[in-house]
C-alpha cells in the first residue's frame, strides 16, 4: 500500500486549508485511514481518523475545527483543516489500518508540512 498525500503548506492563523491522500498498490487490504501529525520536539499523535463506512475519531484539540472525510471509490481521504492556529504547525502523515474495527496503523506516507503563522 502506497499513500500520497498533498496539500500542505502555509497559511496564516484563522485560515483554512485541505490535505488529501489517495491510496494506490493493495487497496483492499485498508481498513480505517486518517491523519497523524508530528510537531518539532513533540511525539506524533492522532488528528483525525475515519473507517471504511465512515465512523470518525478525532483528537479533542481539533474537534469543531477539522473534519475528515472519505471517498472510498477514489481510495482517498480529505482533511479540512478550518480556523487554524500556530499549535497546528506540524508534519502531517497520512497513514491506513489494515484491521477492521482498530485505529491501530499499519501503513505510513510521507508526511507534508503544515505551517500556521501567526
Known amino acids: 500500500v502506497q499513500l500520497q498525500a498533498s496539500g500542505g503548506g502555509l497559511v496564516q492563523a484563522g485560515g483554512s486549508m485541505r490535505l488529501s491522500c489517495a491510496a494506490s498498490g493493495s487497496i483492499f487490504s485498508i481498513n480505517a485511514m486518517g491523519w497523524y501529525r508530528q510537531a518539532p520536539g513533540k511525539q506524533r499523535e492522532l488528528v483525525a481518523a475515519?473507517?471504511?463506512?465512515?465512523?470518525?475519531n478525532y483528537a479533542d484539540s481539533v474537534k469543531g475545527r477539522f473534519t475528515i472525510s472519505r471517498d472510498n471509490a477514489k481510495n482517498t481521504i480529505y482533511l479540512q483543516m478550518n480556523s487554524l492556529k500556530p499549535g497546528d504547525t506540524a508534519v502531517y502523515y497520512c497513514s491506513a489500518a489494515k484491521y477492521a474495527g482498530t485505529w491501530d496503523m499499519d501503513y505510513w506516507g510521507k508526511g507534508t508540512l503544515v505551517t500556521v503563522s501567526s
Open positions: 475515519i473507517a471504511r463506512r465512515g465512523t470518525t
